[in-house]
């Protein structure tokens, strides 16, 4: 298994505070994505990194904000927590073998679920 | 832009019988196909993916896909299904030249005894 974890696994927080979900990897990977899941809609991308302090925005990433400022740590921030960012957030990792050639897999954390009272 | 299209939120079969799960997608240049499983509280595993070459993919544990680009298909099988294959999958496609990958919505098996 790629060595990718989260922390926290679970929080409750209320809505307004702010909150911090930590991404940790072994490998050495390039990449590093935060990905969102709810039912009926999948995986939504949130940001991504693809180096050190570079990073950029997906699908669905008004309400959060990123920080990557080691190879093996990304962060993902809710300034202010709102009742619609209760989910399960993802972490994903990927190596790129050639650049911009796509088709690289990624490998997944275990997942923090997080309620926004 | 892609996007991916899994037919069925569920889909249940019996314990040996076929397993079939529908993929289309929808990209303007040749893509890179991936079917992720998730079992309950975990994390998304790989299961196959579709590069270049062979147009019949093996994956892990008896699952294979076919790329058929005519059909902008890429459908997920297994001869005879387990319990143990009771998860939700996600078919995903990432295009030439982006590092990112596109899921779709996922469709949860259930495996009847």
């Known amino acids: 298994?790629?060595?990718?974890?989260?922390?926290?696994?679970?929080?409750?927080?209320?809505?307004?505070?702010?909150?911090?979900?930590?991404?940790?990897?072994?490998?050495?990977?390039?990449?590093?994505?935060?990905?969102?899941?709810?039912?009926?809609?999948?995986?939504?991308?949130?940001?991504?990194?693809?180096?050190?302090?570079?990073?950029?925005?997906?699908?669905?990433?008004?309400?959060?904000?990123?920080?990557?400022?080691?190879?093996?740590?990304?962060?993902?921030?809710?300034?202010?927590a709102t009742s619609s960012q209760t989910s399960v957030y993802f972490c994903a990792i990927s190596e790129v073998a050639d650049l911009g050639a796509g088709g690289n897999e990624q490998f997944f954390g275990p997942g923090t679920r997080l309620t926004v009272l | 832009a892609q996007s991916v299209t899994q037919l069925g939120s569920h889909v249940s079969v019996s314990e040996g019988a076929l397993v079939l799960l529908r993929c289309n997608y929808s990209s303007s240049v040749p893509p890179y196909l991936f079917w992720y499983v998730q079992y309950p509280n975990q994390g998304l595993q790989l299961l196959l993916k579709y590069t270049t070459g062979a147009t019949l993919v093996k994956g892990i544990n008896g699952f294979e896909a076919e790329f058929k680009k005519s059909e902008t298909s890429f459908h997920l099988t297994k001869?005879?299904?387990?319990?143990?294959?009771?998860?939700?999958?996600?078919c995903a496609v990432s295009d030439a030249g982006d590092d990112k990958i596109i899921f779709g919505k996922g469709t949860r098996l259930h495996i009847l005894p």
């Open chain 1, 1 to 80: 298994d790629a060595g990718i974890t989260q922390s926290p696994r679970h929080k409750v927080t209320e809505t307004g505070t702010p909150v911090t979900l930590r991404c940790h990897q072994t490998e050495n990977h390039r990449y590093m994505y935060w990905y969102r899941q709810d039912p009926g809609h999948g995986l939504r991308l949130i940001h991504y990194s693809y180096g050190v302090k570079d990073t950029d925005k997906g699908e669905v990433s008004d309400g959060y904000s990123v920080s990557r400022s080691k190879t093996e740590d990304f962060l993902l921030t809710l300034e202010s």
């Open chain 2, 79 to 90: 001869p005879s299904a387990h319990m143990s294959d009771a998860a939700e999958y996600f």
